[in-house]
């Protein structure tokens, strides 16, 4: 997923979240969790819905954590960050360019029809050409396949690209039907076929999606044989359904509740580093952080633990980098992070030749964490001579007011987190040139130099990839166009009778691996 950041929705009263969580539970939304003793589903909480359930459309955690039940993909990243093959038995690479994919025997999508090369070589091809995740499958020659064997798949790349097989795991390469496809290329997007273990029943858009047990599945049947996604905007409810055995998993437990589940006898926190990088992006196109000195300035103004104690109740780890740790050629655990230093942030501000009392723009998601954010950066940037003008926006708002080719916010709360896990994404889709104006670079930032290293490292032999990511990473560093805030970190709740889950640092989770105590 090119996923841009996944936020939550504001905290309401807690009497409007009770009422709304009772009658939800008297609701007929597919049964009840474990507590409620159907062991046959599982019941996830989620905070929002897919946008869509085609691989090549959707674009958030939260379609991932379904489809990722429906599709497979060639090979997949378990959690523990090693690659293991899925649909594709064996990866050869004859050399740089070319690669040899044997098939799986005996793999049927949820419709009956085997899945053959052909299928897979749609697929990519499909994937190359997307508006959303071209750029990360552009490399492969569309001329260049073979599908004469149904169960091998021939291809080349035009150029050698050192991150093509990580990219084989990426949900937009989910293996679809070819046939069912080209005759209604819209039917994915409520109709998936996939060869994924469960295949999708209904979808109340906004409500609940259940899912059921493919019967053409060709690995193992799951403990279960119907998942049930309740999507639940508010913390406070995604809790409240938790803890009364209403769900067995709630996604995106709120910092300030974690503990409530840690003290639950019941329940299980799990806690993990995500992939993510959050950041306040600073407008370099523009205003007073066109000067590099002002862009310093703020490095030294603000105190990000303390924001992180205040905002996310210590949950997450201060951001030293434009690569979070995770991913292979981070150089963010050798980085210590910039205290803060009130005078020589105004000292440097002085030198750009900013005034005193100047008023800037902070534009952020109307999340609450976020909002919460933004007040604490404005008290103190107040400390340094600078008044700050917080503006908050709905998700899909924010997002088009932030690329407008007319902007005006200075700066800018977001995250980011790489679906392709790999240096070159987060560096690439960031801060590269070609990024200009879209998320998440509406810093509108970009330099020749790190474009050239950027493009270096994903060509480069493995043995040169991680010299070539450290320079690239010190460069983002020094000239400041963004400040790093926080990695941060998955909190989810669980009933206690839940196994065999162990959450995905990307944040969408492969859920039939689950049982039941």
């Known amino acids: 997923m090119n996923q841009t950041e996944s936020e939550g929705i504001p905290m309401k009263k807690r009497l409007m979240a009770m009422f709304i969580a009772m009658a939800l539970m008297l609701t007929a939304c597919g049964g009840s969790a474990s507590k409620g003793g159907d062991k046959d589903s599982l019941v996830i909480a989620q905070a929002s819905d897919a946008e869509s359930m085609d691989p090549i459309i959707q674009n958030s955690i939260y379609a991932e954590n379904i489809i990722k039940q429906i599709y497979d993909t060639l090979v997949v990243r378990k959690p523990d960050g090693t690659m293991e093959n899925r649909l594709a038995e064996s990866i050869e690479e004859p050399d740089d360019v070319s690669y040899v994919i044997k098939l799986r025997d005996g793999v049927k999508f949820s419709n009956g029809e085997d899945m053959t090369s052909e299928d897979v070589a749609y697929t990519l091809n499909r994937a190359a050409q997307s508006d959303a995740y071209g750029y990360i499958f552009k490399q492969i020659d569309p001329k260049s396949y073979d599908t004469s064997d149904p169960h091998v798949l021939k291809f080349k790349l035009t150029a050698p690209d050192a991150t093509f097989k990580a990219a084989l795991a990426h949900p937009a390469a989910s293996i679809v039907d070819k046939t069912t496809t080209e005759a209604d290329p819209e039917s994915l997007g409520t109709k998936p076929v996939g060869t994924g273990p469960f295949k999708l029943d209904d979808w109340k858009k906004l409500d609940n999606t259940t899912l059921s047990y493919n019967e053409n599945y060709w690995g193992e049947k799951p403990a279960f044989s119907k998942m049930i996604f ?284 689950i049982t039941f105590e």
Request: aromatic fraction near 8%; include cysteine; glycine fraction near 6%.
């Open 230 to 513: 309740r999507i639940i905007p508010e913390d406070s409810n995604r809790l409240i359904e938790l803890d009364s055995g209403q769900a067995d998993i709630a996604m995106e437990i709120a910092p300030n509740d974690a503990s409530k589940v840690e003290e639950n006898g019941d329940l299980t926190l799990y806690t993990k580093l995500d992939n993510s990088v959050h950041f306040m992006g600073l407008t370099v196109d523009k205003g007073i952080f066109q000067n590099p000195k002002a862009r310093e300035a703020m490095t030294y103004a603000l105190d990000m633990q303390a924001i992180i104690d205040a905002v996310y109740m210590g949950h997450g780890k201060v951001a030293t980098g434009p690569v979070n740790p995770n991913i292979p050629y981070s150089i963010s655990d050798s980085i210590q992070p910039v205290k803060r230093d009130v005078e020589k942030a105004k000292a440097l501000l002085k030198e750009a030749g900013v005034k005193e009392g100047e008023t800037i723009k902070l534009y952020c998601h109307d999340q609450q964490s976020r909002v919460d954010m933004a007040t604490i950066i404005q008290s103190q940037l107040k400390d340094v001579g600078l008044n700050v003008e917080i503006n908050s926006m709905e998700w899909n708002t924010y997002m088009s007011t932030l690329a407008r080719p007319d902007h005006d916010h200075d700066m800018f709360l977001m995250s980011w987190s790489p679906s392709v896990v790999d240096a070159h994404y987060p560096l690439y889709a960031t801060y590269h040139s070609d990024k200009k104006g879209t998320g998440p670079n509406f810093m509108f930032y970009g330099n020749p130099a790190l474009d050239a290293l950027i493009e270096r490292g994903l060509r480069a032999p493995e043995k040169d990839r991680a010299t070539i990511y450290k320079e690239a990473q010190e460069l983002v560093i020094k000239e400041n166009p963004v400040v790093f805030a926080l990695y941060g970190e998955q909190i989810i709740g669980a009933q206690k009778n839940i196994k065999n889950f162990d959450p995905d640092p990307s944040g969408s989770n492969e859920f039939y691996h």
